[in-house]
């Protein structure tokens, strides 16, 4: 049975950082494009970065490069999202996401999903 499931949010005031953890069972992160998606109060659900099973990482969310990273630890079969400098606009719920082999901007084509992490950021 494949579950994944997220950790690491909580309430930050903005320029703060925060380490999204997502640990997978079930599934080998490394054979999977492993994805970051957000979904803000009364928006659509968007892709923010996404490593593929062989590690090229694509960022979605151009002005997002510079203050979140998104990286992979296959020992521990988890990926991860560091986030900095954090703004109020970045106030979400964090989901990852597992998609057999490649990366894709769409919700539709990833197979595995967390139960998401709250990311709240004060001005």
């Known amino acids: 049975q494949v579950q994944v499931v997220e950790s690491g949010g909580g309430l930050v005031q903005a320029g703060g950082s925060l380490r999204l953890s997502c640990t997978a069972s079930?599934?080998?992160?490394?054979?999977?494009?492993m994805a970051w998606f957000r979904q803000a109060p009364g928006k659509e659900r968007e892709a923010v970065a996404c490593i593929t099973y062989y590690g090229d990482i694509i960022d979605y969310i151009d002005p997002m490069k510079d203050r979140f990273t998104i990286s992979r630890d296959n020992a521990k079969n988890a990926l991860y999202l560091q986030m900095s400098k954090l703004k109020p606009e970045d106030t979400a719920m964090y989901y990852c996401?597992?998609?057999?082999?490649?990366?894709?901007?769409?919700?539709?084509?990833?197979?595995?999903w967390g139960q998401g992490t709250q990311v709240t950021v004060s001005s």
């Open positions: 079930g599934l080998t992160v490394s054979q999977h494009g």
């Open positions: 996401a597992a998609r057999y082999l490649g990366c894709s901007r769409s919700q539709e084509d990833y197979t595995s």
